[in-house]
């Protein structure tokens, strides 16, 4: 990873038109490998809710792939600041998919602590504050028990940012961290942030729409709410089993899934027409 060196923007700038004015396959492969960091870096944020980061710099890869694809350098952000929503909803998603093997949480709370615990833990130690059980207890609304039983599951990640990584070389120890440090500067960061909200409302409400009514209510209610309905709840509401429910929801995740999947295009082929 580290054979592969950053670009400057204008390197950047000439290297993403190349790629999208004239199918230059070789231009894609450096603006991809060149932000290989980027995924690695993302994916150690994610290392402790998946026990194989190399799976998830997979599906990161993946997400990096399809932002250079979609990449317009003419709006005035950098591709790191693009990807980056790219990359973290393809590793997200396979999060989703392996959700029920790791058996992280079946309860509301335990959904909600699974993927906002961490957040909130970096946004208040951020200000200065050490984030306690009974302070992040009192943010995210849940029980203090159940923020600390969470934080014992989530904070036995498979690597550490500090752990030292072997040098053969003899010389100064050389740090995970080190390894996959970025070195990009903040350029309209605001941009790729709003075109990337932009991006995700337009695909959700595309999937939306081939949704039927029932379908529709379970997507919204169980597989996009931060507090979803439960099996029993939306069983209730149409007269049918919980493992109906559940069965339609594995489904919906599939068909997500594929909805994505759609959207990626391998960078050896050329853009018909």
């Known amino acids: 990873m580290n054979a592969y060196p950053f670009l400057t923007e204008t390197e950047e700038l000439d290297l993403a038109k190349r ?3 004239q199918g230059d396959i070789e231009a894609a492969r450096k603006l991809v490998t060149s932000h290989l960091r980027l995924v690695a870096k993302i994916a150690m944020e994610y290392r402790s809710a998946y026990h194989n980061v190399l799976d998830l710099i997979q599906e990161g890869t993946v997400g990096l792939l399809t932002a250079v694809q979609k ?3 003419k709006k005035g952000a950098r591709l790191g600041h693009y990807a980056q929503w790219w990359i973290r909803s393809f590793i997200l998603k396979f999060i989703l998919d392996n ?3 790791m058996k992280i949480g079946t309860t509301k709370n335990q959904r909600k602590l699974f993927f906002n615990l961490m957040n ?7 200000m200065g504050y050490y984030a306690t059980p009974a302070m992040l207890s009192k943010q995210l609304g849940v029980p203090e028990k159940e923020v600390v039983e969470m934080q014992k599951r989530l904070t036995q990640p498979e690597y550490a940012l500090d752990a030292p990584m072997r040098n053969n070389d003899g010389g ?5 961290s080190d390894f996959i ?3 990009e500067k903040p350029l309209d960061e605001a941009i790729a942030d709003a075109e990337s909200q932009d991006i995700l409302k337009e695909k959700f409400a595309e999937f939306a729409k081939s949704l039927n009514e029932r379908d529709l209510k379970i997507f919204e209610e169980r597989l996009m709410s931060e507090l979803p309905l439960t099996l029993q709840a939306i069983a209730d509401d149409y007269g049918i089993t919980k493992e109906r429910v559940r069965q339609i929801e594995e489904r919906l995740l599939n068909r997500l899934k594929d909805f994505f999947q759609e959207d990626v295009r391998f960078l050896d082929r050329r853009k018909s027409g």
Do not use: N, S
């Not at 909130?120 to 951020?126: H, S």
């Open 19 to 21: 790629y999208h004015e």
């Open 120 to 126: 909130e833990k970096q946004k208040i130690e951020a």
């Open 172 to 176: 100064k120890e050389t740090l995970l």
């Open 99 to 101: 959700f029920r093997l």
């Open 181 to 183: 440090a970025l070195d």
């Open 71 to 73: 990449y317009d350098p």
